[in-house]
C-alpha cells in the first residue's frame, strides 16, 4: 500500500526526530551538549537493571558517544541545580524541569486516588495518619531513603514486595507531595518539592488538564516526528479519552497532520515541525528503554524489525541473550547483541551477537565492533571479550584484534 510518506521516509523522520545520524566526536561532550539532547527528547527513562550500566545513561551515549557521565549525574541526580526532575512519565523518568507544571495533572489526580495503583489509592485511604506522620518526619529529617525511616519493616523483596515505608514513600511521590532529592548508588532519597525544584518553576502556574494534554501531545509529536495515536499517547502515557481530545485539539490547531504511512495499518500523524532527511547514517548501540523502540510495535512497523526484551524469559526459552541492544546501522537496525560489564575484571563482554537477513555482514561486523570498542572506552572497561554465539559472532571475532588495540 502507498502512502503520503513511503516506509523510508518514515524511518529518517523518526531518527532525526530522535536525534541520530549527527556526526559524534570521541571528546567527552559536556553538560551543554547533553542538555540539547534532554531537550529533544524531553525525558530519560529510569530503570534499576544494571547489567551494562544504568538505562537513562545509554540513550544520550547512543546519540553522542562518549560523554561525561559525572557532569548528567550532577544535573539530574543531585539535589541541587537539577535540570531534571523524577515522575512518572514514560514509566519511571527523568523529565526536564520546564515540563513539571504539565506533569501535575497526574499528580493532582493521584491526589484524589485516581490514575495511581489500587495498592496505593487504599493506601491513600487508610493510612492518612501514616502517611501525615511520614511527611512531617521528611519535613524535619531532610532527604530521606527508606533505610532511613524510623519503621524498620522489611518488604519481601522486588517490585511489590515493599515495605510499608516504603509504599507510603511511592505514595506521596505519585500525590507530588514528595519529589526525589538525590541517588546515591541510585537509591532515592525523597524531600518535599519546595526543597528540590527551582521557586520560579514551582511559582508557574498549574495549566489546566486539556492545555495540558495538548502540550504533551505537542512534545510527543516533536520528540517522534510522526506516530499512530497509540505511539503518540504512550509518549507520556496519557489516559486514553484525554489523549484522543488532545490529539484532535493538536490537528485542529495544525500541531499533528493526518498521513498515510506505505505498509501501516493505522492512521499516522506528522508533527509540523518534523523533517525529512535525504539519508540517516547513524550507528548506534540502544537501549531497551530507549523512546526509538520503547514500543515494540512501533518498532516493527517502523523497521520491520522484531524485537522483545527477554530479560524476564527463562534462560532455555532465551532466543538473542538477557540484555540485548539493538545495533542502529544506517537507517535500519542491523543487528543485536546481548552485552555485560563485568567491572571487576574490567570486561565489556559480547555475550550473543547476531545481525539480521538483509545486511552485508562484513560491513555490520565492522561497524558494530567499533561501537562496541567505543562503549567499552566509555564505561572505562580496557578489555572485550566476544563469545561464540550467534549468527555474527564469527565475523565480529576474526576483526577483535581491532576492537582491542
Given at each position: 500500500?502507498k502512502?503520503?510518506?513511503?516506509?523510508?521516509?518514515?524511518?529518517?523522520?523518526?531518527?532525526?526526530?530522535?536525534?541520530?545520524?549527527?556526526?559524534?566526536?570521541?571528546?567527552?561532550?559536556?553538560?551543554?551538549?547533553?542538555?540539547?539532547?534532554?531537550?529533544?527528547?524531553?525525558?530519560?527513562?529510569?530503570?534499576?537493571?544494571?547489567?551494562?550500566?544504568?538505562?537513562?545513561y545509554l540513550?544520550?551515549?547512543?546519540?553522542?558517544?562518549?560523554?561525561?557521565?559525572?557532569?548528567?549525574d550532577?544535573?539530574?541526580?543531585?539535589?541541587?541545580?537539577?535540570?531534571?526532575?523524577?515522575?512518572?512519565?514514560?514509566?519511571?523518568?527523568?523529565?526536564?524541569?520546564?515540563?513539571?507544571?504539565?506533569?501535575?495533572?497526574?499528580?493532582?489526580?493521584?491526589?484524589?486516588?485516581?490514575?495511581?495503583?489500587?495498592?496505593?489509592?487504599?493506601?491513600?485511604?487508610?493510612?492518612?495518619?501514616?502517611?501525615?506522620?511520614?511527611?512531617?518526619?521528611?519535613?524535619?529529617?531532610?532527604p530521606?531513603?527508606?533505610?532511613?525511616?524510623?519503621?524498620?519493616?522489611?518488604?519481601?523483596?522486588?517490585?511489590?514486595?515493599?515495605?510499608?515505608?516504603k509504599?507510603?514513600?511511592?505514595?506521596?511521590?505519585?500525590?507530588g507531595?514528595?519529589?526525589t532529592?538525590?541517588?546515591?548508588?541510585?537509591?532515592?532519597?525523597?524531600?518535599?518539592?519546595?526543597?528540590?525544584?527551582?521557586?520560579?518553576?514551582?511559582?508557574?502556574?498549574?495549566?489546566?488538564?486539556?492545555?495540558?494534554?495538548?502540550?504533551?501531545?505537542?512534545?510527543?509529536?516533536?520528540?517522534?516526528?510522526?506516530?499512530?495515536?497509540?505511539?503518540?499517547?504512550?509518549?507520556?502515557?496519557?489516559?486514553?479519552?484525554?489523549?484522543?481530545?488532545?490529539?484532535?485539539?493538536?490537528?485542529?490547531?495544525?500541531?499533528?497532520?493526518?498521513?498515510?504511512?506505505?505498509?501501516?495499518?493505522?492512521?499516522a500523524?506528522?508533527?509540523?515541525?518534523?523533517k525529512?532527511?535525504?539519508?540517516?547514517?547513524?550507528?548506534?548501540?540502544v537501549?531497551?528503554?530507549?523512546?526509538?523502540?520503547?514500543?515494540?510495535?512501533?518498532?516493527e512497523?517502523?523497521?520491520?524489525?522484531?524485537?522483545?526484551?527477554?530479560?524476564?524469559?527463562?534462560?532455555?526459552?532465551?532466543?538473542?541473550?538477557?540484555?540485548?541492544?539493538?545495533?542502529?546501522?544506517?537507517?535500519?537496525?542491523?543487528?543485536?547483541?546481548?552485552?555485560?560489564?563485568?567491572?571487576?575484571?574490567g570486561?565489556?563482554?559480547?555475550?550473543?551477537?547476531?545481525?539480521?537477513?538483509?545486511?552485508?555482514?562484513?560491513?555490520?561486523?565492522?561497524?558494530?565492533?567499533?561501537?562496541?570498542?567505543?562503549?567499552a572506552?566509555?564505561?572505562?572497561?580496557?578489555?572485550?571479550?566476544?563469545?561464540?554465539?550467534?549468527?555474527?559472532?564469527?565475523?565480529?571475532?576474526?576483526?577483535?584484534?581491532?576492537?582491542?588495540?
Amino acid at each position: 500500500m502507498k502512502g503520503d510518506l513511503s516506509l523510508t521516509e518514515a524511518r529518517r523522520i523518526a531518527l532525526a526526530a530522535q536525534g541520530f545520524g549527527a556526526a559524534r566526536t570521541d571528546t567527552a561532550s559536556g553538560w551543554a551538549t547533553q542538555a540539547r539532547e534532554i531537550k529533544r527528547l524531553h525525558l530519560l527513562q529510569i530503570d534499576s537493571v544494571n547489567v551494562l550500566t544504568r538505562s537513562h545513561y545509554l540513550p544520550l551515549f547512543s546519540r553522542l558517544g562518549n560523554y561525561d557521565r559525572a557532569a548528567l549525574d550532577k544535573r539530574t541526580l543531585s539535589h541541587k541545580n537539577r535540570a531534571t526532575f523524577e515522575c512518572w512519565a514514560h514509566e519511571a523518568s527523568l523529565v526536564r524541569m520546564e515540563l513539571h507544571p504539565l506533569m501535575r495533572w497526574r499528580m493532582n489526580r493521584a491526589l484524589k486516588g485516581d490514575g495511581i495503583y489500587r495498592s496505593m489509592r487504599d493506601f491513600a485511604h487508610t493510612e492518612k495518619a501514616y502517611l501525615k506522620n511520614l511527611l512531617a518526619f521528611v519535613k524535619s529529617h531532610g532527604p530521606t531513603a527508606q533505610s532511613d525511616l524510623p519503621d524498620k519493616s522489611k518488604g519481601e523483596g522486588g517490585w511489590w514486595g515493599w515495605s510499608k515505608g516504603k509504599l507510603a514513600l511511592e505514595t506521596l511521590f505519585a500525590q507530588g507531595l514528595l519529589t526525589t532529592a538525590k541517588r546515591e548508588s541510585f537509591e532515592r532519597f525523597y524531600d518535599l518539592p519546595e526543597r528540590v525544584i527551582p521557586s520560579d518553576i514551582l511559582a508557574l502556574p498549574t495549566p489546566g488538564e486539556r492545555e495540558s494534554m495538548l502540550h504533551l501531545m505537542d512534545l510527543s509529536g516533536q520528540a517522534l516526528g510522526l506516530g499512530t495515536a497509540f505511539d503518540l499517547r504512550d509518549y507520556f502515557r496519557l489516559p486514553v479519552a484525554d489523549a484522543k481530545r488532545a490529539l484532535d485539539d493538536a490537528v485542529a490547531a495544525g500541531i499533528l497532520k493526518p498521513v498515510t504511512v506505505e505498509g501501516w495499518k493505522p492512521q499516522a500523524y506528522l508533527h509540523r515541525s518534523a523533517k525529512i532527511p535525504r539519508a540517516v547514517n547513524a550507528t548506534a548501540l540502544v537501549t531497551p528503554f530507549d523512546p526509538i523502540c520503547w514500543d515494540r510495535d512501533r518498532t516493527e512497523r517502523l523497521f520491520n524489525f522484531h524485537y522483545r526484551i527477554e530479560l524476564y524469559t527463562p534462560a532455555p526459552k532465551r532466543k538473542f541473550g538477557y540484555y540485548v541492544l539493538p545495533f542502529l546501522m544506517g537507517d535500519r537496525f542491523a543487528g543485536r547483541v546481548c552485552l555485560k560489564a563485568d567491572r571487576e575484571t574490567g570486561t565489556l563482554r559480547a555475550n550473543h551477537v547476531h545481525h539480521e537477513e538483509f545486511v552485508d555482514i562484513a560491513e555490520v561486523a565492522t561497524r558494530m565492533s567499533a561501537e562496541i570498542k567505543r562503549m567499552a572506552n566509555w564505561l572505562e572497561l580496557p578489555k572485550v571479550e566476544i563469545k561464540k554465539s550467534g549468527n555474527l559472532a564469527k565475523a565480529l571475532i576474526a576483526i577483535k584484534s581491532d576492537i582491542s588495540k
